[in-house]
């Protein structure tokens, strides 16, 4: 996973503009989506779900226009079994928008709803930073899926291993045990890694 993803802020507000105009064009797709109300901030949220994937509109009606959008989008790279439960977080905001916590409180949504979530290949710095910031209030870890599998490797890695495309980050959703979640989603290696943990638990007991 690396960190090096740098977006236009045109094309974003360019692409949020033409998105706001098809939600709001009678006999599109998007027209007339369910809405609900962003606590009291004077945004809501218009939401689709299809094939799977989850869309989160963030609109400001005072402004005629959209604050931004998150995206949770299914992972072709990984195993079908991990599939139901898995998806991948994408967000463009307004440069007005961002830094105000919004995709922080999107990305709570579906993990408070039980979602786990994994990074993509690349982030860029301000997705690493919330990333880090939500791992401070969810269960999390690094995964590799080199080869379309699932496999463990630790609540921290070295930098060499966080480099690599195959190497991406895990939030657990609410009521999500690592054990559990890796049971349910083929997830291999957990165990070495709670052995590693008991090791070194029983020798700080002994250097105690």
């Known amino acids: ?34 809405a609900v109300a962003l606590g009291r901030s004077g945004l809501i949220v218009r939401h689709r779900e299809a094939d799977g994937e989850y ?39 307004r440069g007005s928008a961002q830094r105000k916590g919004l995709a922080t409180t999107l990305y709570r949504w579906g993990l408070d709803a039980g979602l786990c979530l994994m990074s993509g290949a ?16 969810y269960r999390h870890g690094f995964v590799d899926i080199e080869g379309r599998a699932l496999r463990y490797l630790g609540d921290t890695v070295a930098d060499d ?28 290696d957990i165990e070495p890694v709670r052995r590693d943990y008991a090791t070194r638990f029983n020798a700080a007991a002994q250097a105690a």
């Open 161 to 188: 291993v966080h480099g690599a495309l195959h190497t991406r980050r895990l939030l657990l959703g609410n009521g999500w045990a690592i054990g559990e979640f890796a049971r349910a989603a083929g997830m291999s």
């Open 55 to 93: 869309f989160l509109y963030v609109e400001e009606p005072a402004a005629r226009r959209l604050a931004g959008y998150t995206v949770f989008n299914r992972l072709p790279e990984i195993p079908r079994r991990a599939d139901r439960y898995l998806r991948a977080p994408h967000t463009r905001l």
């Open 122 to 137: 690349r982030q860029s710095v301000g997705a690493a930073q919330l990333w880090t910031a939500l791992a401070q209030d």
């Open 1 to 34: 996973m690396r960190i090096d993803v740098q977006h236009s802020q045109h094309d974003i507000d360019d692409e949020l503009d033409a998105l706001y105009a098809r939600l709001h064009q009678p006999g599109h797709r998007l027209h007339g989506l369910p």
